[in-house]
């Protein structure tokens, strides 16, 4: 099933002298249960792409509709809310409020979304001891390593149940062992709960465990491969 798709979609920046065209006539479509990797050299559009599909940033041209909404014609209001109850983020630099508990950075996107407190320290909890942080509930980020932030991180992108989640360079500041870790994490809540992963990435040893590879190149799609569909549906 469907849950992404742009129609000619085409972003195009005013801030410099030079307009950059960052997109240019992006057609495609995410399916359902995807663990898809958008990739491409610097300047190629990925993260553009990516803000897009989340509703960050709007088009000059074209369409994304997500779960039949079409994005564009949402208002600012009515994005924050889909964002809150659609999507989750993971992003290279964690983004984790550094006077929150491991526990609080996770509770807060459900408090936002008006979950009872004991909801969301359930859910919470049983979020932070699935990616391996059962012992660090009560730390700060500072307390925490890279690769333990960006497993907050994770455990916060899935505790509103989104529907997919986009991961920018989640691997950009980690070690091959956490980086590992995560992909591992990932890979499961993919196959276990059905969420529907894209990332946009550098990062070979996440393209290596993508089931999906988009390649852009100046804005368009270049390739779009769909590997190891057996073991997808496995």
């Not at 792409?49 to 997500?66: K, Y």
């Not at 993508?210 to 368009?220: E, F, K, P, S, Y």
């Amino acid at each position: 099933m469907k849950v992404i798709e742009t129609e000619h979609l085409s972003r195009t920046y005013q801030e410099t002298k030079v307009p950059v065209r960052a997109l240019n006539d992006v057609t495609m479509n995410i399916e359902q249960g995807d663990f898809a990797a958008i990739i491409g050299p610097s300047g190629s559009g990925k993260s553009t792409l990516l803000n897009m599909l989340g509703g960050l940033d709007r088009p000059d041209g074209g369409s994304v509709h997500v779960n039949g909404s079409d994005l564009a014609k949402l208002s600012d209001s009515q994005l924050i809310d889909f964002r809150l109850h659609n999507i989750g983020f993971v992003f290279q630099s964690y983004n984790l409020i550094p006077v929150f508990t491991a526990r609080e950075n996770v509770e807060f996107i459900m408090r936002l979304q008006g979950l009872s407190e004991k909801d969301c320290r359930q859910r919470s909890d049983e979020l932070l001891t699935t990616v391996g942080l059962g012992d660090r509930m009560n730390n700060r980020p500072s307390e925490l390593s890279g690769g333990q932030q960006q497993r907050v991180a994770v455990a916060r992108a899935l505790a509103s149940k989104p529907r997919y989640i986009l991961a920018d360079e989640p691997t950009a500041n980690l070690d091959s062992v956490s980086t590992g870790q995560l992909m591992d994490l990932m890979a499961e809540m993919n196959r276990r709960e059905k969420v529907t992963f894209i990332f946009a990435t550098h990062d070979q040893r996440v393209i290596d465990r993508a089931l999906r590879v988009i390649t852009l190149v100046d804005g368009h799609i270049e390739t779009d491969e769909v590997r190891n569909k057996v073991k997808k549906e496995g």
